[in-house]
C-alpha cells in the first residue's frame, strides 16, 4: 500500500471536529485548507491555515481520538492521504520531517500550556475556588475525563460547600460514566455552562489569587497533563518556602501524589508519614493512608499493606468510593 492524492473541491469538508474515523493523516500538496477550532482561552473560533507541504490530522490518528478540528477546503486542492502506518514508514527515512513535526508539536503544546495558564489568570477568573473548578470543566470538555475527575475530586475536598459544589458533583457522575462507557475521548460533545457567571455578576465578591494560589494551581494543571515531574518541583518550592499554610498543606498531599505515580514509593511514604504525624486533622488523611498501603503493597510488603488498609477501613464509611478500593485492594492481597 501506498499513500493516495485525492482531489478535493472548494467549499468540501476533509473531515469534521469529533469524528472517530481518526485513522488518515494529510499532506497538503496543492490548495487552501483551514483547520477550525474553539480557542478555549477566548471562546472564539480559530482559523488557521495550513501551509503547503504541512502535515495535518497527525495528533488525532496516532492518540486514535476524535478530531479535534474542522478541515475545510477553501480553494481547490490537493491532498496526500496517508495511513498511520504509511506515515511512519514515511517519515522513519527522513529526519527533516520528524524534526519539523516535533517543532510543530512543541509548539502547539506550548500554546495550550498557555491557553490554560491564561484561564487562571483571567481577571474575571481570580478566585482560587473558581480557578480549579475552570481546571475540571475545561478537560471535561476536552474529553480527558481522567484528568477532569482528578481536578473536580480536588475541588469536592478543598471546598466541600463551595458555589460550585453540586455541579461538580453532577460532573464527576458524567465524566465517571462517558469514561466507563465511551473510554478517554470518546463520547457525545460535552457542553457545559460558563463557570464565571456568577464572579462576573458579583465583582465584589471575587478573589483575586495570590502568588502561591497560582503556583498551586498550576502544579495541579501539570499533574492532570501527567507531568508528574514538573508538577513535583512547583509542589516542593511551595511546601520549602511558602508561609502559607493552608496552599502548604494541599501542596503536600499533591506532593505523595506525584511520588506515587512516579513509581518512588519510599519517598510517596515519607511524604505522607509526615502529613499523618503532623496534620492528623487534614481532609484528605485518609487518601494519604491509603496511598501508604498502595507504596507498601507496591514494595512486596504485604503485611504492612494489611495492616494500613484495615486502618482505614476504621476510618472510612461504607458508602464511600475509598471504603470499595480498600476492600478491592484487601481481596487482591489475601487472594495472592
Known sequence: ????????KSNSIIYFKEDINNDKIYLLNEGKVVLNYLNIETGQDIHELIKTGEFFGVRSAFGRYPREETAMVTQDSKVIVFSVPEFEQFVSSNSRII??????????????????????????QTNPEIGLFNIGEYYLNAKKYNQALYA???????YPSGEFSKKVTGYIKMAQEYVTKYGEGGGPPVTTAKPTETAVQKPQQTKVMSPIAQKFYNAVTLIGQADYSGALKALNAITQ???????????LFETGKCYF????YGSCIKCYMSLVQNYPKHPDMKEALYYIGQCYEKKGDKPKALEIYRRVLKMTAESEQLCSNVHRSIRNLEKG
Open 152 to 158: 473536580l475530586k480536588r475541588y469536592l475536598v478543598y
Open 261 to 264: 505515580n512516579l513509581k518512588q
Open 241 to 251: 518556602q511558602s508561609e502559607d499554610e493552608e496552599y502548604k498543606l494541599k501542596a
Open 99 to 124: 524534526l519539523k513535526m516535533l517543532k510543530v508539536f512543541s509548539n502547539q503544546l506550548r500554546r495550550i500550556h498557555k491557553q490554560v495558564q491564561n484561564l487562571l489568570n483571567a481577571e474575571n
Open 1 to 8: 500500500m501506498s499513500p493516495k492524492t485525492v482531489i478535493y
